[in-house]
Nanobody, 124 residues
Framework: QVQLVESGGGLVQAGGSLRLSCAASVRTFNTYAMGWFRQAPGKEREFVAAISRAAVTTNYVDSVKGRFTISRNSENMVYLQMNSMKPEDTAVYYC??????????????????WGQGTQVTVSS
């Protein structure tokens, strides 16, 4: 069982930055690929970014490329650095984990474990 806890959400003005953190409670953290998804009110949950087990490969949705950076460390932490934020980035952000695949997936159904989410609000 993997437990994921997100933190770092909040209110930021357009153009500002936030860093989200995800703490994973699992001894075999390096066997899981990790992802970030987000869900805005009235919309489906969408993929944001993912990182492979060894942090060699990353994957981003086009709308955040060049603005967001996903990273991980050996202490069971995953981060999402968000810069040049826009009002359309407003959503609840979720951390997710999977270890079935060899790459980095952007598919919701590929992830087995999810955090509770953290709210991010970008004001214009």
């Amino acid at each position: 069982q993997v437990q994921l806890v997100e933190s770092g959400g909040g209110l930021v003005q357009a153009g500002g930055s936030l860093r989200l953190s995800c703490a994973a409670s699992v001894r075999t953290f390096n066997t899981y690929a990790m992802g970030w998804f987000r869900q805005a009110p009235g919309k489906e949950r969408e993929f944001v970014a993912a990182i492979s087990r060894a942090a060699v490969t990353t994957n981003y949705v086009d709308s955040v490329k060049g603005r967001f950076t996903i990273s991980r460390n050996s202490e069971n932490m995953v981060y999402l650095q968000m810069n040049s934020m826009k009002p359309e980035d407003t959503a609840v952000y979720y951390c997710a984990a999977e270890r079935k695949l060899s790459g980095v997936s952007g598919v919701f159904g590929d992830y087995d474990y999810w955090g509770q989410g953290t709210q991010v609000t970008v004001s214009s």
